[in-house]
């Protein structure tokens, strides 16, 4: 190797594939999602346990939480998870919160989303400390042309590099009609619907003040997510928000009784009973096509007509300097 391609080889930032939940069935999307994200330009190491098999999960909980806590003690640029699944709210009771947040204060940015969800609300709680909602290893870089959904497109990886790098300070959307000149502040939070309403009432529960919430899911008939998102309004979560972003909430089938109601019937009946502003349009969730979000940031939303720019600029990585609540271990 010359010393020029020896330079260029050491400013490629480091990233861990590792495996916190679901199990990865085949390790031949592994390899292909390394072999990508090598080409994309990162210097990637697949952890030592992340081909690990017990039951449904990526080894047993032991193995998963020293996976956790090895790749956050080697503090890689970035820690991508493979995939998602279920698996991290069996370890949270038994993370060393600390040595995430040290991880991060030495530059890791932690990603990845669906089950991630829970890791990431749980960083927040505990430390402050901000992460990154954006894809899997598995489910968005290791797939074939032949997968269907959930392969890689164009805006996806370019979204994901460009925020790894520092260089995404927004991104963009269309929304419905009707929150022409919406503006605000706050700390954008949230992630997989069903994983978020999973630590309401727990000590991994963030509790933010002034934010601006973001969800979505996938298999769920739009009356679970109207169950779930009243559930957050009871508790009084959406009324302390500047706003809640919707997502995407693919995978449900419709049933005879529905009789008219719809996704868009869930969202209407929800804005009658929460003054917050609820905008749909986010492009995020479990589609092949989304952004890569920061939780943990203070941002700015604005609306102009129908598009909203969601913008983090002005935060400087001031990861834990937020004017929020949350607990310290």
Known sequence: MSLSESVVSA?????????PSGVVMRAPDLRRAASRLERLGFAVTVDASATAKFQRFAGDDDTRLAALHRVADAAPSIAL?????YGLTRLLDRIEWDRLAAAVDRGTRWVGYSDQTALQLALLAHTGRSSWHGPLGIEDFGRTD????GGLDDLTPDCFIEAMSGELEAVGFRTEA???????????????LTVLCSLLGTPHWPRIEGGILFVEDINEHPYRVERMLLQLHQAGVLAAQKAVLLGDFGGWRKSPLDRGYTLKTMVAQLRSVCPVPILTGLPFGHVPTKVT?????????QVLRRDV???WACDHDHDHDHDHDHDHD
Do not use: K
């Not at 998870?81 to 699944?85: I, M």
């Not at 009707?178 to 997989?192: A, E, P, S």
């Not at 979000?293 to 939303?301: A, K, S």
């Open 11 to 19: 400013a490629r930032p480091t990233l861990t594939l590792y495996s």
């Open 81 to 85: 998870a493979t995939r998602g699944g």
């Open 146 to 149: 032949g997968d269907g959904p």
């Open 178 to 192: 009707g929150f022409d000149g919406l503006h605000g502040h706050g700390v954008l939070w949230g992630g997989n």
């Open 293 to 301: 979000l920061p939780v943990g940031r203070c941002v700015e939303l």
């Open 309 to 311: 720019l969601l913008s």
